[in-house]
């Protein structure tokens, strides 16, 4: 006797196994299982994962349920069987006859005698989609495209009103988010997100303004481990609302960049120039001055634009454009900017790290112009009265999220009000207007500190006594020790990065570069800097990873240009470009070329980069090491 089982009973996936056949008796569709897919006779795939994933399966089944009866069926058996209940109205009914000794089997479905020809065709149908699934597993694939549609159209999970979404808004209440018409219960994940409690700013809403802003997001393991906290389907007018409210691509008016530009990120854009072009100019040209942008970049009419500084007495001071430039002295200082990550490449190549993978060029040198951070404050009402007290000054940019959360940072009061500290509120870069991705019409310039203090399209300064709230200045950019995990992470534990380690690496020549032995001799080029205005005094190079050690030459102008002379103590704000020529060893295949610097203070960077490692992948200065081969003529 066969066995007829409805769709409500295919739940368990250890019951069914290759070869199992099914008929549809209301569509006469074939439907067969092949591994971990189900084949309709009409070319649908639906691909079910294993049996620990019942929901998942389940919810592969359901594209089926618009079938309202499945009959299993298995081989045909030579022998006669029995026919099922005449009172199963839609049943499908196995029959034999004998004639002439050679036995016929028919398909029989009351009220449907004449379709036996039309169930062949499905099961033949069926068994031509198992063969084309054998030759061509690709249209398989595609068939996991249409399931994944299908699924979306056919969930059975409850529907909720946006309403009653937007009531889910606390860790309390449970955390729900809306994205792309379905509705998930994110609380237990909130705690784990990697950018902190940022996540609660979509609670009760939609996810798809703020992955516009933070386009990583975009990614295949980002929506798969969403999908596993989906709980509903939003209901369909509210999900109207949502596409008619949605705002086009905050980043649609981002400037043009230089194709030359190596890319880390397109939203935010974030990218660096080729290492080799880093060491052709002691002042990096602007084009290809590394580009860090936490969000999109804003338009700023320079017409209209206004600086606001409070926190002093006497109510605060705005300026405008113009006032910068005629009320102050303009002062020009040339200082090396660093991204905290740069260099994360090689934590990500001793352990996984978040963030960008930067390789060694998130570092450009300028030329900087605009009114003394100091000369501003001083002018706003700063003075012995208020050095009692503050401790910190605050900015804030233009650039902000959907919520209107504003990139921001903070600084020691001391280094902003110090005349030595040479902090600028620059508006020209290399002798032109800032240009749009570095903060066009003003950015601060916080000489010997880290790139993510000097904020860009600045729009306010507050002199205060506590440090910036931003996350970006609490929950970000600060290191710890390579025990540290995302389980342990304490942010408030660590001080926020201000001055950065001595650092330098090996521009020309490329890891993996061909030298040829007829030129015996190699050329190796790079950049140095140390933060906090400590001028790098010696870089050590080596060519045989470190067991033996040559000096280079350092640099601080363009060939042809007369040196600058050495900056007064603590003042050393731009790099040093440093080259080597050596002979080539006679008898070696491969150098491994090697390079540390020091400063004036006799900081030196650690040989190794698994004792710095840290969860955020900052801070990275470890000898960097290139390989090169060397190559016979003939070769």
Known sequence: MLR???????????????????????CWDHITCVGNFFLRGSGIAVKLKRASDSASNINAMLVLRHCHRLTRFGPLSPQRPQASSAGAWCSLRLASSSNNNNKEQR???PGHAPNLRLAFAGLMAGTGAVLAYGLHHHKAEQGDVVSAQLKAQTSQLPIFSQEEVTKHRTLKDGVWVTYKGGVY?????????????????????????????????????????????????????????????????????????????RVNSLKPFNAEPPPELL?????????????????????????????????????????????????????????????????????????????LNWGISAISNATWAGARLRDVLLAAGYGPDAARWARHVQ?????????????????????????????LLAYEMNGEPLPPDHGFPVRVVVPGTVGARNVKWLSKITVSAEE????????????????????????KSAPAIQELPVQSA????????????????????????????????????????????QVAELRSSDGGQNAEPSPPPGRAWAWKLWELTAPLPSEARQLEIVCKAVDNSYNMQPDTVAPIWNLRGVLSNAWHRVKVNIVDSNE
């Open 395 to 423: 900015f804030e940019g233009l650039d902000k999220d959907v919520t209107g959360t504003t990139y921001g940072a903070s600084i020691p009061v001391n280094k902003a009000t110090n005349e030595e500290g040479d902090v």
């Open 279 to 355: 060491s052709d100019s002691y002042v990096t040209p602007s084009a290809i001055f590394f580009k860090r942008n936490h969000l999109p970049v804003p338009r700023v009419d320079p017409a209209s634009y206004e600086l606001q500084v409070d926190g002093l007495p006497g109510g605060g001071l705005k300026l405008s454009l113009e006032d910068l430039k005629n009320r102050f002295p303009k002062y020009t200082v040339t200082a090396t900017l660093q991204c905290a990550g740069n260099r994360r490449s090689e934590m990500n190549a001793v352990k996984q790290v978040k963030g």
């Open 506 to 549: 090996i521009t020309v020549p490329a890891d993996g570069a061909a030298v040829p032995r007829g030129s015996e001799e190699v050329t190796v080029k790079g950049y140095a800097w140390s933060g906090g205005g400590r001028e790098v005094v010696r870089v050590d190079v080596s060519l045989d990873g470190g067991k033996t050690w």
């Open 4 to 26: 007829f089982t409805t769709l409500r009973d295919i739940c368990d996936l250890e019951r069914l196994s290759p070869g199992c056949n099914f008929i549809c008796c209301c």
């Open 468 to 491: 910036s709230s931003s996350h970006w200045q609490q929950n970000d950019y600060k290191g710890f020790s390579p025990t540290t995990d995302w389980d342990t992470v304490d942010f």
């Open 185 to 261: 219960d994110i609380t237990e994940f909130v705690p784990a997100h990697p950018g902190g409690d940022k996540i609660l700013l979509a609670a009760g809403g939609a996810l798809e303004p703020f992955w516009a802003l933070y386009a990583v997001h975009n990614q295949e393991h980002v929506l798969d481990m969403l999908s596993e906290y989906k709980v509903g389907e939003l209901r369909a007018e509210d999900q109207k609302k949502q596409q008619s409210a949605a705002s086009s691509d905050p980043y649609s008016s981002d400037p043009e960049r230089h194709p030359v530009l």
């Open 107 to 109: 398909w029989e479905h």
